[in-house]
């Protein structure tokens, strides 16, 4: 199997790039295809990076609260942008004040996210998890086609 | 040792003998002749026989002569340049268009339609770039766009400098065309690779654009190809990057009929709380403006700055009318030179209008975003603030004794978008005010370090003192 292509950033106004640099490294270091847009990334930055690449995932951090805002209308945007199929995932402090994770992933998954991950994510069942959802994602895209 | 250097313009053909001393070039003697376009080789050696006042063929024979020559082709090598998404693979094949020479005559990104085929054929470019996708990236729209020219009644050179997976489709769908494939400008979205590109652009323009019109006889003679003219002054602009500390970075533009060619090098060091975004930009970068330019182009000129023509001639209807009527007459005669004050204002303005817009398009910007940590600024592109010497070449800038460009560049601080424009503020302005860069950028295909030393010696100031003797 080709190595799954991710393209990873951190949205918004948001300039925190300390878990943007893990994560990029432990990405590569398991085996992924990695573009790193690094921080302060829009919306269509992600998805101009995605088609170039021929990304299977598009991984979105967010730490300062603001994600709820950033992401509104990524999925929608993908569509119009020839890459609606993509999977998406975001993860990091995504909402304002204390709430329950319960409450929070709804909310991204309605906006179109294929998985969302609370504050602590560990990285390699993570890894494991998108090896997973691409494949299964791949082989599902190729059944629509045939 | 003497070397001589020719230039075939589109109007005249220039050259130049100097002697070499050490590690300078001497003038001895330049001169010029009209070009002649149906027959290239009798305006050359022409215009040779003047300067040399002896037969080319024995001095080169006995190894007393070494001779260099370029060719605008026709007023510049046409490039189609064909990318993905717009600011990312389009942008590249941009770039190495330019870097190569080139003016770029269309441009696409995403699918090709079949309007775009149609204009490709009624307006064939001499070489079209295809470009899309890094390597092992997306393949859809590359296929699908190999699938269209294939289909098409296009007869250009073309490029394949795309996503390597690929090549083998693209040439499949492609083989009745003149193809070359090399690597992807863009293997990855961090490294781009504009080389290979380059180099095939430059081939192709020796293959396609050089045979016939005499050219041909001219490379018999003297026993090598000419270059593509823009191509061996980038080459002489990073000759004189790194011939010496203070010339390390530095601007040039070089303005003529038809184009306002802009180049820079520059490291782009971002300054603190400052965010890079986009692609990553060449120390050394070259721009075109094909629709900048003194005579062939004043018209485009005119309606490209019209923003700022408006604001200059604010409350002063007829005088701007005057202008772009002056605008439209200048190019039906390209030859025109001012006969009065008013024109030579007129032409000073003009020249000002294009460096001003031609700087702007080249410059980096950026705009500051509101964090919870505080202002940060996001840059795409590069920052030229830091650039401290420019230089002015081409007919008119050459020659323009009291061109008062601090006024142009930079003449605003913020475009209409809001975003900064990141160009020098603090810089010495200096004239090539013989004409020599050209000329001397032949020399520097063989003699890189004495064009870019006797490039400096030979600039003035607007007070006509030389370079180093202020």
Redesign the interface.
Known sequence: MKKPRLVIGVIGADCHSVGNKIMERVFTEFGFYVTNLGVMVSQDEYIDAAIETGADAIIVSSIYGHGDTDCLGMRDRCIERGVGDILLYIGGNLVVGKYDFKEVEPKFKAMGFDFVMPPHQELEPLCDQIVRDVKTHNDKLALEVD | MRTLSIDIGSTWTKAALFSIDGHELTLINKGLVPTNTENLAESFFHCVENILQEDVGSLLSRSELSVNYSSSAKGGLGVAALG??P???LESAKVTAHSAGAKIVHYYSYKLTHHDIRELECSPPDILLFT???D????KYGLANARMLGESRLDCAIIFAG?RDIQDGVSQLLRDKDLTIVENV?P???TPNPGPARKAICNAFLKRIVKGKGLDKIVDVIGKEPLPTPYTVYELVNYISQSSEAWREFMLFDMGGATTDVYTTCNNILTPDT?K?GLDEPFLKRTVEGDLGMRISSVTAGESTRALVESIFSNQPTEKAAFYDYLRRVNAQPEHTPVNATEVHFDTLLAGLNVGYASERHAGTKRT?????GN?E?QTGRDLTSVRKIIGTGGWLSRAQSFDIHRWIKYRDIDEQGKKILLPTEFEYYRDGQGLIPLLANVGREFPQHAAITSIKNLTDNRGRKYGNQ
């Open positions: 993905l998404v600011c990312i693979t899309g996708g890094t092992g990236g997306e393949e996503n863009l990855d979205l961090d965010f975004h975003v509101a964090t919870v940590a940060r996001l």
